[in-house]
């Protein structure tokens, strides 16, 4: 096995029965070159430690369980490839921003509170009968929402987001972007019933498009984006309403 | 947590962005020809004389055009600082800070109506 070489793996740990504050662990993993942060925590806690805690699931950036932060940078450990620190050590903590519940466990009640306030599904005010068929979309209609869709839930922008940082009561880039992923859905009619969180000053108002969270997103989406459309299209309406008082408010 | 639309944050928003628009767009030109065009020779510093702006001051198509070009970016700052101020830590002064910094910027626009409309 000569492609073996070894890495030094620190990692944070927290045990609250044990300790009241974290401290740090570090590990010496032999790897493979296709090896990814997550097979050296599996290694560890297969090999050298059983007692260490992590989430993960699919090991294929499908599921968004592993995301933590490598050396400072909130990331899928499943998709963060130890060759590329190699032969500097590796520093894994759990994802800033978040209580910590266990070692590199996080707490995610508050983004799963965010998630279900904004409505994240398709809302219709009433739903056509069977018989009439599918909602068609056309291809245009799927592109205008399509890479908000692609948003895995792994909280990797709320810990790559300052204002989420500083103001926990912001409700964060992939909750609004998934919100304005069914606003913009041909098929939804849920607008106004997203539009008070969406539009609250702890909604797109807070952020002040320091982008960080487009730029950490594994799957592509642009959650800044989403937001500052958003606000055009509130600030348009707004204005609409004031200057045409009797219009369709849509 | 009780969410609400917020009323007033459309408006300040669109300021700042039509400011920050403007900001970015007319002001560098205006840099350019006060700034550096007079001072490295490239026109004549007769055009731009005091005789000359307050002549050209008094078409009213000018006087809007001074308006949307000072007003709006105080606007554009006035937003920009109030939410520096609050996230380097100023916190505690969040209701506090959009009155004093949208204040500066109506401050402002009341003086630039003053200079444009009641001076000239």
Redesign the interface.
């Known amino acids: 096995m000569s492609d073996l070489r070894t890495i030094k793996i620190t990692v944070l740990r927290y045990r609250p029965e044990e300790e009241d504050e974290p401290t740090e662990q570090t590990y010496e993993v032999e790897f493979r070159d296709d090896w990814v942060v997550l097979d050296a925590l599996n290694h560890i806690k297969d090999h050298i430690d059983g007692t260490l805690s992590f989430r993960w699931s699919c090991r294929m950036g499908v599921c968004g369980s592993c995301g933590m932060m490598v050396n400072g940078e909130p990331k899928l450990t499943c998709a963060a490839m130890l060759r590329d620190y190699y032969p500097n050590e590796v520093r894994v903590e759990p994802l800033v921003n978040f209580p910590i519940v266990r070692d590199l466990v996080t707490d995610m009640t508050d983004f799963m509170?965010k998630l279900k306030?904004v409505k994240p599904w398709i809302i219709r005010e009433e739903e056509k009968p069977v018989s009439e068929g599918e909602y068609l979309q056309t291809p245009d209609q799927l592109k205008d929402y399509k890479q908000f869709s692609q948003c895995i839930n792994c909280m990797l922008c709320y810990a790559a987001c300052?204002?989420y940082g500083?103001e926990h009561?912001f409700?964060g880039p992939a909750a609004i972007a998934l919100g304005h992923r069914y606003n913009l859905d041909s098929r939804d009619e849920g607008n106004q019933q997203r539009?008070?969180?969406i539009?609250?000053?702890?909604?797109i108002?807070e952020c002040?498009y320091v982008g960080e969270c487009s730029v950490v997103c594994p799957k592509h989406v642009d959650p800044a984006e989403a937001i500052q459309q958003t606000?055009?299209a509130?600030?348009t309406n707004?204005?609409k309403s004031l200057v045409m008082p009797w219009g369709n408010k849509k | 947590?009780n969410?609400?639309?917020?009323?007033s944050?459309?408006?300040w928003?669109?300021m700042f962005?039509q400011g920050g628009v403007i900001a970015a767009l007319l002001i560098p030109i205006h840099i350019f020809l006060c700034g550096l065009a007079v001072p490295l020779g490239l026109i004549d510093p007769e055009l731009l004389s005091y005789e000359r702006i307050t002549a050209l001051l008094q078409n009213p198509l000018v006087k809007v055009y001074l308006c949307v070009l000072l007003i709006f970016p105080l606007y554009h700052a006035a937003h920009r600082i109030r939410?520096t101020l609050?996230?380097i830590g100023l916190?505690s002064l969040a209701k506090v800070l959009p009155v004093l910094c949208y204040g500066g910027a109506l401050l402002g626009t009341a003086v630039v109506l003053y200079i444009l409309w009641v001076l000239f």
């Open positions: 509170d306030a300052p204002v500083l009561d409700v539009q008070h969180i539009a609250s000053k702890e909604g108002w002040t606000k055009v509130t600030t707004r204005l | 947590m969410y609400k639309e917020h009323k944050e459309p408006f928003w669109g962005s939410f609050a996230e916190h």
